[in-house]
C-alpha cells in the first residue's frame, strides 16, 4: 500500500483559489490511480476527484464540477487539485488515496490516506 501525503491546504475567503498537493516518496504515482477526498466532522467522507492512470481520465463529483481540476505532475511525483471559486460548504480536512473504479466511480483504498490538509473558506 502506498501512504501518501497531502499538502497545500489554508484559509482563503469564498470565491478564492488553493492549490492541493498529494506525494508519496519512493513511489512512482504514475503508476496509480489518486484520488481526491474530504470529511467534516461528523460525516462520511466525500469523494472529490479521481485520475486515471491509464488513460487519465477524471471523475468530478458534482458538487465540485466545473471549479476543481485534478491533474498529474509527474516531475513532481504528484497528483494536484486545483480548487477555485472555493464556497464556505469546501470546508473540510482533503485527503488524497489509491482509488479503484466501480463503473464510473472511484472508491479509496482505505489504508492510502494521508494526514489529510485542512481547507477553510470564510469570509
Known amino acids: 500500500q502506498v501512504q501518501l501525503v497531502e499538502s497545500g491546504g489554508g484559509l482563503v475567503q469564498p470565491g478564492g483559489s488553493l492549490r492541493l498537493s498529494c506525494a508519496a516518496a519512493?513511489?512512482?504515482?504514475?503508476?496509480?490511480?489518486i484520488g481526491w477526498f474530504r470529511q467534516v466532522p461528523g460525516k462520511e467522507r466525500e469523494g472529490i476527484s479521481c485520475?486515471?492512470?491509464?488513460?487519465?481520465?477524471?471523475y468530478y463529483a458534482d458538487s465540485v464540477k466545473g471549479r476543481f481540476t485534478i491533474s498529474r505532475d509527474n516531475a513532481e511525483n504528484t497528483v494536484d487539485l486545483q480548487m477555485n471559486s472555493l464556497k464556505s460548504e469546501d470546508t473540510a480536512v482533503y485527503y488524497c488515496?489509491?482509488?479503484?473504479?466501480?463503473?464510473?466511480?472511484?472508491?479509496?483504498?482505505?489504508?492510502?490516506w494521508g494526514q489529510g490538509t485542512q481547507v477553510t473558506v470564510s469570509s
Open positions: 519512493g513511489f512512482n504515482l504514475a503508476s496509480y490511480d
Open positions: 488515496a489509491t482509488v479503484y473504479y466501480d463503473g464510473n466511480i472511484c472508491y479509496p483504498v482505505l489504508d492510502s
Open positions: 485520475i486515471s492512470r491509464f488513460d487519465g481520465s477524471r
